[in-house]
């Protein structure tokens, strides 16, 4: 099942507030359309919105930096989607400087596993850079809430 994903943010507001509409338009579009690539495990939407050179700061999935999108592209081949799934991304920031975006926000995902509702926050800033045929995410860095005491770094 496809979840609709829930914004806190009016796409009209946000556009006023970048340089060039048209270029902040695609680049919240394909925002929009990675994080639900990745939440919603919909391989052929991650592979055309991810440069395949990206690199990915996750302190809590393994060590130092990630290179390359193998390792998100295995786990959205391998693992079972969640059901039932929203998402909002919170206190948005996006600022354009030419052929280079920078987004930084708070992911907010609640979810249904094994029959219970899960919920999991996140502070994100995603780097995408203008590619022939569209905006490419070629940066991540993610830190999520409430793992500091779980989790060594």
């Not at 919909?42 to 700061?57: C, G, I, Q, R, S």
């Not at 060590?63 to 999108?69: A, L, V």
């Not at 850079?129 to 809430?145: C, F, I, M, N, Y």
Request: hydrophobic residues 40%.
């Amino acid at each position: 099942m496809n979840a609709i994903p829930l914004f806190s943010i009016d796409p009209a507001v946000l556009t006023s507030q970048l340089d060039d509409d048209s270029a902040s338009a695609a680049v919240y579009a394909t925002l929009e359309a990675w994080v639900g690539a990745n939440l919603n495990h919909e391989l052929e939407v991650f592979l055309a919105t991810t440069d395949p050179k990206v690199t990915t700061y996750e302190w809590y999935t393994q060590d130092g930096r990630i290179e390359g999108r193998n390792l998100h592209e295995d786990w959205i081949r391998e693992q079972i989607a969640p059901v039932d799934i929203s998402w909002t991304l919170e206190d948005l920031l996006m600022r354009l400087y030419g052929a280079v975006a920078v987004a930084c926000y708070t992911l907010r995902v609640q979810a249904v596993e094994h029959g219970v509702v899960v919920q999991a926050h996140s502070d994100e800033t995603v780097v995408l850079e203008a590619h022939e045929g569209g905006w490419r995410v070629v940066h991540v860095h993610k830190s999520p809430h409430g793992l500091d005491e779980e989790l060594p770094r």
